[in-house]
C-alpha cells in the first residue's frame, strides 16, 4: 500500500530513497530547486551530471545523493511553460512517470517530487499539481507494490495547499 505525503520542506533534507531534481538539460545545476540540491550534494554530483550527457526535457536520469541524506537524486527535465499548447502538460506527465520508473528501477521504495516546472519555468501551479497527481496515481495503479511512500515536497504554502486539497479527494 502506498502512502502519498504532501509537505512543505526543504527537499535536500527529505530522508527518502530517491529525491527527484527539476534541472535543465544541461544536467550542470541552475537555480532553484536544482541550485539548492547541487549546493547540499557537494561537487561529486556535478563530477557525476557531466558525464550523463544532458537530458531531454520530460526524461529523467539518476545519480547517487551524495551530501544529500536520500540515497538516489533523480534528475527530470521539466517543460518551460510556453501558454499551455506546445505538449506541456504530456511533457511533466513524462517526467513523473520517468522518475517513478527509474525509482522503481533502481529499488527506491520511498521517492519526492518538488513541484515541476512551477518555479523558473513558468508552469501554473493549479495545473501543474493536477498533472503531477493525476500521472503519479496512474503509475501506482500500475505498479501498486513500487514505493511505500511518495512525497510531494512544496516549497510555497500555496503549493502545500493545492497537493492537500487533492489528496482529501483521493477515494479511501
Ligand atoms: N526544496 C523544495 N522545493 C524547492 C526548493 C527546495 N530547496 N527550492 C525551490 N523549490 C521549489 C520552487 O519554489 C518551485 O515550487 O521547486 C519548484 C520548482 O521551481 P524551480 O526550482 O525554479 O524549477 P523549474 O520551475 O522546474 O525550473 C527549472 O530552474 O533552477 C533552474 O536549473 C534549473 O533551469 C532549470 C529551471
Same mark, same amino acid.
Given at each position: 500500500?502506498?502512502?502519498?505525503?504532501?509537505?512543505?520542506?526543504?527537499?535536500?533534507?527529505?530522508?527518502?530513497?530517491?529525491?527527484?531534481?527539476?534541472?535543465?538539460?544541461?544536467?550542470?545545476?541552475?537555480?532553484?530547486?536544482?541550485?539548492?540540491?547541487?549546493?547540499? @550534494?557537494?561537487?561529486?554530483?556535478?563530477?557525476?551530471?557531466? @558525464?550523463?550527457? %544532458?537530458?531531454?526535457?520530460?526524461?529523467?536520469?539518476?545519480?547517487?545523493?551524495?551530501?544529500?541524506?536520500?540515497?538516489?537524486?533523480?534528475?527530470?527535465? %521539466?517543460?518551460?511553460?510556453?501558454?499551455?499548447?506546445?505538449?506541456?502538460?504530456?511533457?511533466?506527465?513524462?517526467?513523473?512517470?520517468?522518475?517513478? @520508473?527509474?525509482?522503481?528501477?533502481? %529499488?527506491?521504495?520511498?521517492?519526492?517530487?518538488?513541484?515541476?516546472?512551477?518555479?523558473?519555468? %513558468?508552469?501554473?501551479?493549479?495545473?501543474?499539481?493536477?498533472?503531477?497527481?493525476?500521472?503519479?496515481?496512474?503509475?501506482?495503479?500500475?505498479?501498486?507494490?513500487?514505493?511505500?511512500?511518495?512525497?510531494?515536497?512544496?516549497?510555497?504554502?500555496?503549493?502545500?495547499?493545492?497537493?492537500?486539497?487533492?489528496?482529501?479527494?483521493?477515494?479511501?
Amino acid at each position: 500500500m502506498t502512502s502519498f505525503i504532501a509537505l512543505q520542506t526543504d527537499i535536500t533534507t527529505l530522508k527518502a530513497d530517491a529525491v527527484v531534481n527539476a534541472a535543465n538539460r544541461t544536467l550542470l545545476g541552475g537555480g532553484g530547486v536544482d541550485g539548492a540540491i547541487h549546493r547540499a @550534494a557537494g561537487p561529486r554530483l556535478l563530477q557525476a551530471c557531466r @558525464a550523463l550527457g %544532458g537530458c531531454e526535457t520530460g526524461q529523467s536520469k539518476i545519480t547517487l545523493g551524495y551530501g544529500l541524506p536520500a540515497k538516489w537524486i533523480i534528475h527530470t527535465v %521539466g517543460p518551460v511553460w510556453r501558454g499551455g499548447k506546445h505538449g506541456e502538460e504530456q511533457l511533466l506527465s513524462s517526467c513523473y512517470t520517468t522518475a517513478l @520508473a527509474l525509482g522503481r528501477q533502481y %529499488g527506491a521504495k520511498s521517492i519526492a517530487f518538488p513541484c515541476i516546472s512551477t518555479g523558473v519555468y %513558468g508552469y501554473p501551479q493549479k495545473p501543474a499539481a493536477q498533472t503531477a497527481f493525476k500521472s503519479v496515481m496512474r503509475f501506482v495503479r500500475q505498479y501498486p507494490e513500487a514505493f511505500d511512500a511518495i512525497y510531494f515536497v512544496c516549497f510555497l504554502p500555496e503549493d502545500l495547499a493545492l497537493y492537500n486539497e487533492l489528496l482529501e479527494q483521493m477515494p479511501c
